[in-house]
């Protein structure tokens, strides 16, 4: 009986060592060179939004790490030659064979890295991260770098081009309603629908801040200055209302608080700029003939042309009092944090 059950336990010992053996022959083992997922081709990049339905494919192969492994493939974009430091996602998935993305949702995706209405070099990756099931870890592996010129498209949008700069006004909602902030140079101009070509300009009377805009119309002629545009190119409603935002320097050392002069604005620094002679007295910035938006001068916590202060409401903005008599060029910067002006005597 006894020789009978070591005979019986020895047989079981044989099966387990057997299949312990066949586990260890199967285990997982990564390839100490396991061959990378690559992009073997990518679609047309020039994106517009009458094809923002459209199905765009980007191919690619999958990693081959020398055993069957549970892998996510990820589709990465990035400015080109920044190597992936700031990468934006556009797709992931279990497969590397195509991805699948809609125009609109591509053009949506990168807006939130790239300029819209642009052409922006940009580099594209499929990056793979393998998940052991033994508990060691992940590895990720990244195929080739593809680089491609990509346009993309904003919303809808009218056009200009003056005081030599493309401008443009938006319609966010898609419903030929548009808006937006423009800088003129005085020169008369039309607006043009960057989906269709089509041209818009109206008559703006002298004093007037509407008209009726009209496709083809005449050049719609404005002051040098800067404007808050609204305009509706719906059938039978079409219209144009402007309110002019110009930022204008005021005060009895400018020529006295009874009117502000108009400055100019620089796109380069996006600065307003403006030659003057200043006297004795004081000085602030405010938008043409209004206080209620812009008024800005130093800051009540201390005399500083670096550390300007805009009124909130509660608090005013103090006189710039301090400037010497002479002729300057004066250069506002509104759009810096702090606000600031230089005072630059001239010859």
Sequence with gaps: MN????IYLTFIGLIGLLFSCEKDET??????????PTIVSMPDLTLKRANGLNILEFVGTAIEPGFQASVTYYLEACAKGTN??????????????????????????LLKKFPADLVSSIDFRI???LSLSSGTGSYVY???????????YGPPALSLTVAGKLQTITSPGDNKLYSGWIYTDGTPFQFTNNDDGKKYGGVLVAGEVSCALTENGPAIALEAGAYNFTADINTGKMKLTVADVTIGIIGDAVGGWGDDTKMVFNFTDRTWNITKTV????????????????????NPAGADLNNLYQND????SKDI???????????????????KVVFTPTN
């Design 84 to 109: 992936f430091q700031d990468a934006i996602l556009i797709l992931s998935d279990k497969q590397a064979l195509s991805f699948k993305i809609t125009v609109a949702d591509l053009d949506g995706i």
């Design 321 to 339: 009092k301090d400037i010497a008599p002479g002729k300057y060029n004066i250069k506002l910067y509104l759009e810096t944090t702090p606000m």
């Design 27 to 36: 285990k997982a083992v990564l390839s100490a060179n396991p061959i990378a």
């Design 279 to 298: 006297t004795a007295g004081g000085i602030k910035f405010r938008t043409h003939n209004s206080w209620a938006a812009v008024n800005v001068g130093y």
């Design 313 to 316: 409401g509660k608090t005013d």
């Design 127 to 129: 990056r793979a991260v």
């Design 3 to 6: 020789k009978k059950l070591f």
């Design 142 to 152: 990244s195929s080739a770098t593809k680089t491609a010129d990509v346009k993309t």
